[in-house]
T-cell receptor
């Protein structure tokens, strides 16, 4: 149980385009989903926290207009990187928590490369 | 402030024990976690310890918590080549996880 999937696993896009990454909880309802960014050989940096049906809470320094987060249902959150630039290339990981739980279940990550 | 620190690299011989150390800052953290990340993959929860515990053992894994010193360690007994990965400790701050930079464990014959 407690499986989180991400799609796509790997994406290459051109500068200036937008790309959407999906995060799904497959066998539980996720009241809260988290989006992280991981730079090479670095730790995970929390970008934002999203609760179903409400606006995401962004961490300091993360541009909310650039990284659009939508948590439309209890099993799906999306991260859209708008007007992508090469410096947005990174490994993006989502996680989800179930109702009345603090334990986070992580997705397998999405490797974004912007050319 | 929120800052979790780990040593960056550990090399051990196959069959030996590995000990990965971590210090954290938030004394109100309810749970402390250890995650494993293999190349190009997401995070796999290895184990966690509740803040009122000193030790937790789970098969080859032993977690020790020194709450006074805010020090957490993960011991892997009989380390195997399949244990080669990056290990992250994480503390809870509210409903957020704050991660250390990760310790890369290399297991050699």
């Amino acid at each position: 149980g407690a499986v989180v999937s991400q799609h796509p696993s790997r994406v290459i896009c051109k500068s200036g385009t937008s790309v959407k990454i999906e995060c799904r909880s497959l066998d539980f309802q996720a009241t809260t989903m988290f989006w992280y960014r991981q730079f090479p050989k670095k730790s995970l940096m929390l970008m934002a926290t999203s609760n179903e049906g409400s606006k995401a809470t962004y961490e300091q320094g993360v541009e909310k207009d650039k990284f659009l987060i939508n948590h439309a249902s209890l099993t799906l959150s999306t991260l859209t990187v708008t007007s992508a630039h090469p410096e947005d290339s990174s490994f993006y990981i989502c996680s989800a928590t179930a109702v009345s739980s603090y334990e986070q279940y992580f997705g397998p990550g999405t490797r974004l490369t912007v050319t | 402030g929120e800052d979790v620190e780990q040593s960056l690299f550990l090399s051990v011989r196959e069959g030996d024990s590995s000990v990965i150390n971590c210090t954290y800052t938030d004394s109100s953290s309810t749970y402390l976690y250890w995650y494993k990340q293999e190349p190009g993959a997401g995070l796999q929860l290895l184990t966690y310890i509740f803040s009122n515990m000193d030790m937790k053992q789970d098969q080859r894994l032993t977690v020790l918590l020194n709450k006074k010193d805010k020090h957490l360690s993960l011991r892997i007994a009989d380390t195997q080549t399949g244990d080669s990965a990056i290990y992250f400790c994480a503390e809870t701050v509210g409903n957020k996880l704050i991660f250390g930079a990760g310790t890369r464990l290399a297991v050699h014959p």
